[in-house]
Structures are given as C-alpha cells and as structure tokens.
C-alpha cells in the first residue's frame, strides 16, 4: 500500500508543536512547586523558576526564544493581575496618617538608586548605564511578594508595610524607567522634545488612562450592583482590556494596571467595588509568570559578571535596610521588623525583566553593556528573593496556620 493512500496519517515520529512544549512547561512546574512546598519546605516560586529554567532556552531549549516573545503578553496579564490587585490594598490614607511611611519609602528607595549608580559609576559604566541598573534597583518584585503573601496567608504590620513599599518601588521604578527613556532618546540623536515628551506621555497618559478606567468601572459596578461573583468576572474583564489599551497606545502596562488598583480603592467612596482577591483562579497565570520568568534567565557570562552582579545585590540590599533601619522608630516600626522588612523586599524578577527588555529594544547597546550583571543579579534573587521573603514573614509571626495537603 502507498503511503498517499494513507495520507491522513501523521508524520513519524511526530513532530510536537509549541503549544506541546508550552503545556509540558506548566504541568512540570507545578508537579515541581508542590514538590518544593511539601518535601522541600521551600516556596513554591522556586519550583516554578527551576522548571522554566531548566526548559529555556538557555538550558535544554525546550521553550524557544520564538515561544517566549510571543507569550509575553501572558506574563503581562499575569503581572497585571497581580499589580491591580496590590494597587487594591495601597492604603493611601495610611500615609497622610502615618507620614513617615513615605519618608521610609522615598529614602529606601533613594538610597538603592545611589547606591547602585555609585557603584557602577566607579566600575565604568556609562551613566545611562548605572541609571539603568540603579533604576531597578528600586523596584521590588510585585509578583513574588504578592504571591508569597497569598501562599502564606500573612496578615499583619510587616505584611502591610511590605505591601505598601512594594507599591510605592514599582511605581517609583516605572516612572524611573521612562525617565530613561527619555535619557536614551537624547543619546541616539533625537532631539529634546522626544526627551522630554515621551516620558511624560509614558506616565501622564498611564495614571490618566487608569483614572478614566476606574470611574468608567465604578459606573458599571454602581449600575450593576455588588454581586461578588459578577464583579470579579467584570473586573478581570476590566484588568485585560487595560493590559491591552495600555499595549496599544503605547503606555506602561504595569503603570496603569497599578494606578487602576489604586484609584478604584481611592474613588469608591460608596464601596460599589468588592475587594478583588484572585485566589486560585489566578493560579495558572502565576505559574505561567514564574515558569517563562525562569526561561527568561540567562546564565551565560557568569565568571565576567558574577562579582558586579553580587555588588549590585549587596549594595541594594544595604542600602534598603540603611533607610528601613534609620526611620523605624520613626514610622513607629521596632528595629527587628524593620530588618524583617528588609529581607521581605529582596526580590526582583519578573517585572524587572520586563522593563528591562523595553529599554533594550530602545537602545540596544544598554543589553550589550548592562545586560551580563545585570540579568545575573536578577537571576540570583530570583531563586534567593522568595526564600528572603518568606523567611521575612514566617519569622515575623504573621504567617496563617499552614493547611492539610
């Protein structure tokens, strides 16, 4: 017999698509983050991490860079949920009764910009170099402290306070991002209008797009009522279609999805919205995130890269407990939790690759420069930031009573 005559057939063997690999990666790092929770003790980030690590491209290459770039808008949506919901909890009076929580905010994160662009600056870097890294610096990742908090079920001063300044570092980091932007303009010819004008639009046009958003959505939620259920399925609805409005006019995703979290907390004076908790529902957008976070990694360069790498950890770290430490007593926080503050803060992933994948397809030349200590450092606390973090929680006693299996 022909092989045409059994032409519906497949191919042997068959040659498994990238959806195959896709699926394979979100089963293994699942089975991996159980696996670390239950027999490890340890997060399960880290499992989620390992596993897309272990698949990317810089190891096995089971998950190309094709697959990555075009399931970026996965993580955004990840990443967006998680932002909307911290932008939720910013208690923004808390900081008109409490002022020397923004002062602690400010100066921690003032001091990891400086302390990181010292740094560099003395290795050589260029400036818009060091802003760069220093800029990230600040940030502390969303993704992993709000998912650490949630595992955990914390609930208490040290998880507020760290809830709060991880809002306040992402937007810090964000606005510092477009600011150099703005810089990378200048340096590639551009003229001043372009520097001056594209971060003003990346940051007006996000906090706007996100106050018009929010109102629009208490007017639905208003018209429609508080109905839990309903809401939730609304506000997910609300959460995509700004990752996508953002998307398409160019704006900062993580901006406006916080700045949506924030105002329609601080605009729902009549409480027409129902606190929004994603729970479970979000769970495969989580493992998506941390799973194509640790495909995104890269381990190339190390023996190079390794020394810069642990000087931009030490001196973030330091200089965020410099100004946790100095204020505490202040912003009425003892000393030992200010430590444990300091610790919670520790990651930086996943969003900080973000950013800094927007400003290499600015300007090229930053990943060429910056990208080696840089992606180093972010991988390192990628696997050391939620250990850091839970640590920080579970000594701090604020940590729920941990569940049956």
Not at 97 to 107: E, G, Y
Request: proline content about 5%; charged content about 15%; overall charge positive.
């Amino acid at each position: 017999m022909m092989r045409t005559d059994l032409f519906f057939l497949p191919d042997w063997p068959p040659v498994p698509g990238q959806l195959f690999w896709v699926a394979v990666l979100l089963l293994a790092a699942i089975v991996a983050g159980e696996a670390a929770r239950r027999w490890l003790r340890l997060p399960r980030i880290l499992g989620y991490v390992a596993v897309g690590a272990a698949l990317g491209p810089q190891a096995t290459g089971v998950v190309t860079p094709t697959t990555l770039a075009e399931l970026r808008v996965l993580v955004e949506i990840a990443v967006g949920l998680l932002l909307f919901e911290l932008g939720q909890r910013v208690d923004l009076g808390w900081l008109r009764r409490n002022p020397w929580l923004l002062a602690t905010s400010v100066l921690e994160a003032g001091l990891s910009f400086g302390a990181v662009f010292a740094l560099l600056t003395l290795l050589g870097a260029r400036p818009v170099v060091a802003s760069t890294a220093a800029v990230l610096a600040m940030l502390t990742s969303p993704a992993v402290v709000m998912t650490v908090v949630k595992d955990l079920r914390a609930q208490g001063q040290v998880t507020e306070r760290l809830l709060l300044l991880t809002a306040l570092n992402t937007a810090y980091a964000v606005v510092g991002c477009a600011l150099v932007a703005g810089w990378v303009h200048l340096e590639r010819g551009r003229d001043v209008l372009a520097m001056l004008a594209h971060p003003v639009y990346l940051v007006a046009g996000s906090v706007a797009a996100a106050a018009l958003v929010a109102l629009a959505a208490r007017a639905l939620l208003r018209l429609l009522g508080r109905r839990p259920v309903f809401q939730f399925a609304i506000l997910v609805a609300i959460v995509l279609l700004t990752v996508a409005g953002a998307a398409a006019l160019e704006l900062s995703v993580p901006l406006a999805l916080l700045a949506l979290g924030i105002f329609s907390r601080a605009l729902d004076r009549a409480r027409h919205f129902v606190p929004l908790r994603f729970g479970e529902t979000a769970m495969l957008f989580i493992v998506v995130l941390f799973a194509l976070t640790g495909a995104s990694l890269r381990f190339e360069g190390w023996g190079l890269a390794f020394a810069t790498a642990l000087g931009l950890v030490a001196a973030r770290c330091a200089a965020k407990g410099v100004a946790l430490l100095a204020l505490a007593r202040a912003s009425a926080l003892s000393v030992r939790n200010a430590s444990l503050l300091n610790l919670g803060l520790t990651p930086m992933s996943g969003l900080a690759l973000l950013l800094l994948q927007d400003l290499v397809r600015l300007d090229p030349r930053l990943g060429a420069e910056i990208m080696p200590s840089l992606m180093l450092a972010i991988t390192l606390l990628a696997f050391l930031g939620p250990l850091a973090t839970e640590f920080a929680l579970r000594a701090s006693g604020e940590v729920a009573p941990e569940r049956a299996p």
